[in-house]
């Protein structure tokens, strides 16, 4: 049970806290949310919790020090949470979602052109070339399958990348 003395010699405390520290509390967590409504409510917060603290008999040595505790805690706490924006919101500000498709479908023509082109190149290239782009096996796993070395592939595989880009710009 506490005292009306009590009670009031930790307002005395928490008010002297505010006014000596609430300014750079709110430089600071302005500095880490960069939203002066959010950095408001965070200092406002810091100091509830701390009331609260003080409220359940909860003993403070260094007033500063446990006032930016709480108050990074609660800037951590604002980070995690999950900030979820409905296309509405984009909507009224002006943002129209577009759906052009004809840049992805130049570029599943053009692969496919590619790997026709695969057909054009030596032997030596083709199978390697196959395996890793039409195929989508790692250079590791051409290696095992071919019995080459992990480096012989990956030559190989380069080589006949940059024939297959002169093949490509030639037709």
């Given at each position: 049970?506490?005292?009306?003395?009590?009670?009031?010699?930790?307002?005395?405390?928490?008010?002297?806290?505010?006014?000596?520290?609430?300014k750079g509390?709110?430089?600071?967590?302005?500095?880490?949310?960069?939203?002066?409504?959010?950095?408001?409510?965070?200092?406002?917060?810091?100091?509830?919790?701390?009331?609260?603290?003080?409220?359940?008999?909860?003993?403070?040595?260094?007033?500063?020090?446990?006032?930016?505790?709480?108050?990074?805690?609660?800037?951590?706490?604002?980070?995690?949470?999950?900030?979820?924006?409905?296309?509405?919101?984009?909507?009224?500000?002006?943002?129209?979602?577009?759906?052009?498709r004809s840049e992805?479908?130049?570029?599943?023509?053009?692969?496919?052109?590619?790997?026709?082109?695969?057909?054009?190149?030596?032997?030596?290239?083709?199978?390697?070339?196959?395996?890793?782009?039409?195929?989508?096996?790692?250079?590791?796993?051409?290696?095992?399958?071919?019995?080459?070395?992990?480096?012989?592939?990956?030559?190989?595989?380069?080589?006949?990348?940059?024939?297959?880009?002169?093949?490509?710009?030639?037709?």
């Amino acid at each position: 049970m506490t005292t009306k003395k009590q009670d009031e010699l930790r307002k005395v405390v928490l008010t002297q806290a505010y006014n000596d520290y609430a300014k750079g509390m709110n430089s600071y967590a302005f500095f880490k949310s960069s939203n002066h409504e959010t950095s408001d409510d965070l200092v406002q917060d810091t100091f509830m919790k701390t009331w609260s603290y003080l409220l359940k008999g909860g003993k403070i040595d260094l007033m500063k020090a446990f006032l930016y505790h709480v108050l990074n805690q609660l800037i951590i706490d604002e980070y995690r949470k999950h900030k979820t924006t409905s296309l509405d919101v984009f909507i009224e500000k002006g943002y129209e979602p577009s759906f052009d498709r004809s840049e992805s479908n130049v570029n599943v023509f053009d692969g496919k052109v590619a790997i026709l082109l695969i057909e054009a190149l030596p032997i030596k290239y083709r199978r390697v070339m196959k395996m890793r782009y039409a195929q989508g096996l790692s250079i590791k796993e051409i290696a095992l399958i071919t019995g080459q070395s992990k480096n012989t592939v990956a030559v190989q595989a380069h080589r006949g990348l940059l024939k297959l880009k002169l093949l490509y710009k030639n037709k």
